[in-house]
């Protein structure tokens, strides 16, 4: 890769990250090609290979780019969530405000985050790409947990969320999916053992009784 040092360059850079990006949204990794994101992007074909070493270089840009933006939206949601006491339906619902998307509408985008996620078992630079975005998501959890007065140990957190991967990718394989309603079923019943309530939380549950 030849570095983008002009900002023209570094426009140019980004344009073709995003394009291939929007097009792996559309079509998954068959739909990005030199071809295809140089068109996307409006520029000359020779662009591609200009700024990136190779289309596998270019792809995990891209899915860096995607990751970075979904976790964008994610803080933001975290940031509107007040620290108080919930019981398990709440909570499973902000973990899933954050793993799926508030509603239904997220279907392409769900089957394109578990595409890129097989696709680094085969290709080191997505490995090392989805290892730091998983971190990243990993304390987004951790932190709604905590807000929810919720305990949090890093074995238990990579179950709930190997739960919630499951019931989503076997209810993408439906003929009518419904993978937000199979995961918070799927959900609710380990809430309380994956992430339980804190001593505290406890407690005042008990001088309610």
Request: without cysteine; glycine residues 6%.
């Amino acid at each position: 890769m030849i570095t983008a040092t002009t900002p023209k360059g570094e426009r140019r850079r980004q344009a073709l990250v995003a394009a291939a990006a929007e097009l792996l949204l559309e079509g998954g990794f068959d739909a990005v090609r030199h071809r295809s994101v140089a068109t996307r992007a409006d520029l000359p074909l020779a662009s591609t290979t200009y700024y990136f070493e190779s289309l596998e270089d270019l792809i995990a840009r891209a899915v860096e780019f995607s990751g970075n933006a979904e976790l964008e939206a994610m803080r933001r949601r975290v940031g509107e969530v007040s620290h108080r006491r919930r019981g398990a339906e709440a909570t499973v619902d902000l973990v899933l405000d954050l793993l799926i998307g508030p509603d239904e509408g997220t279907r392409g985008q769900l089957i394109a985050r578990y595409e890129r996620s097989v696709a680094s078992a085969r290709h080191p630079e997505l490995r090392e790409v989805q290892l730091r975005l998983r971190a990243q998501l990993d304390d987004l959890l951790a932190d709604v947990l905590r807000r929810s007065d919720r305990s949090v140990r890093q074995e238990q957190l990579r179950r709930l969320v190997a739960v919630v991967d499951g019931a989503v990718v076997a209810a993408l394989s439906e003929i009518e999916p419904e993978p937000r309603r199979m995961a918070r079923g799927a959900l609710l019943e380990v809430i309380d053992i994956v992430a339980p309530a804190t001593p505290q939380q406890v407690d005042r549950f008990r001088t309610l009784d």
